[in-house]
């Protein structure tokens, strides 16, 4: 038998493969859907789970109930945050006005941090002088300066705004800066030698190329500032989610707290998800070669 015809067995044997791969194209091509399904199933498993136990161990008492109230209260004290409210406003109301004063304080942040995140990272004398000040801001806690902001500034809402603009600020800083000074050495040098200016070059190189990084950098501020509204609001903090947990620790209303802590956390998770959304379409070409 000749290799001619050989070969043309073969083509013969290959050709019934052709429609099960465009079977598994079209397989490969559902497998995201599917997989996003899956995670979602996942993780409502996770919270039944999570629910379930925590029923448990508060039906069988293992702490008084003032401790670890069980999920009915949490409940309770969630619909009835939602419509009576506490200390004269509903929970809306106090998440709204925290969330005000985050967005406020980030903003304020990022206005100061990113400009000086571009100097720190592109002028090295200058960053000889700032950076230490950057860094000896990013370790301080904000209960730690919070006192000496009153005494500034008094009760009333500067205070407040001013802690989580100084707790927001250092991430945006340092993570500017590190973005400017990753920036591709080609890409600047080929720049400067197109005729950009020192000016020209921060502004149209280096900032576009650290955007990406810089976004990063504004998502952390966010969750630092998130973290920090608690201890902003310890102080003439009501109507704000934590003046609410604060009153309600003061009366051993557990339900309460745990509400807030959730209020805090639910909406920390939406809004995260809102800055990545707002970093896929402002760098779309985000880690792509």
Known sequence: MTTAHL?????????????RTRRNATTRQTNPRGTA???????????????AAWQTVTAAELWPRVLVPPPADVWHAFTEGMTTGYSGHTLTEHLAVSLRRIGIGTGYATLVGVPLGLVIGAVK?????????????RTLPPLAYLSLLVIWFGIDESPKIWLLVIAALPPIAAATAAAVRDVPGELVEAARALGAGPISLLLSVRLPAALPEILTGIRIAVGVAYTSVVAAETINGVPGIGGMIRDAQRYNQTAVVVV?????GFSGIVLDAALKGVERIAVPWRGRA
Do not use: D
């Open 260 to 264: 807030g802590i959730l209020a805090i």
């Open 125 to 137: 004398p200058v960053a000889v002088v700032l950076e230490p000040a950057v860094t000896f801001l």
């Open 37 to 51: 399904v899956r995670w979602i199933a996942l993780r409502a498993t996770a919270l039944v789970v999570l629910l």
């Open 7 to 19: 070969k043309g067995r073969g083509e013969l044997r290959e050709q019934p493969q052709a429609p």
